[in-house]
């Protein structure tokens, strides 16, 4: 079973700065990518950014030129600069794998919530 964990949301002022971290663990053979979702209270969740395994990157437009996504093995950054109400929500990082003995896969981490506000 692979497991995925986020960490690092919290409460910050507009034009602050967060940054997330997404950890895959278990049986993982290879890494596809990994990938920041947020989902507002009462909407979809939406792609926010996403790194390949060759460390191509996608961005949403909201957050080109602010958000930047990096990769470390098995370790998903996302640092948020420049914030705004409009960024609150929970995060949620997705990683696409190929399980050890197994055929490719998502897994989905439990999210951590990020409060943008004055």
């Known amino acids: 079973q692979v497991r995925v964990v986020e960490s690092g949301g919290g409460s910050v002022q507009p034009g602050g700065s967060l940054r997330l971290s997404c950890v895959a663990s278990?049986?993982?053979?290879?890494?596809?990518?990994m990938t920041w979702h947020r989902q507002e209270a009462g909407r979809e969740r939406v792609l926010v950014a996403s790194?390949?395994?060759?460390?191509g990157t996608n961005y949403a437009d909201s957050v080109k030129g602010r958000f930047t996504i990096s990769r470390d093995q098995k370790t998903a950054f996302l640092q948020m600069n420049s914030l705004r109400p409009e960024d609150t929500g929970v995060y949620y990082c997705?990683?696409?794998?190929?399980?050890?003995?197994?055929?490719?896969?998502?897994?989905w981490g439990q999210g951590t919530l990020v409060t943008v506000s004055s």
């Open positions: 790194i390949s395994g060759n460390g």
């Open positions: 278990g049986r993982i053979l290879s890494i596809n990518s």
């Open positions: 997705s990683v696409d794998v190929v399980e050890v003995g197994r055929s490719r896969r998502s897994f």
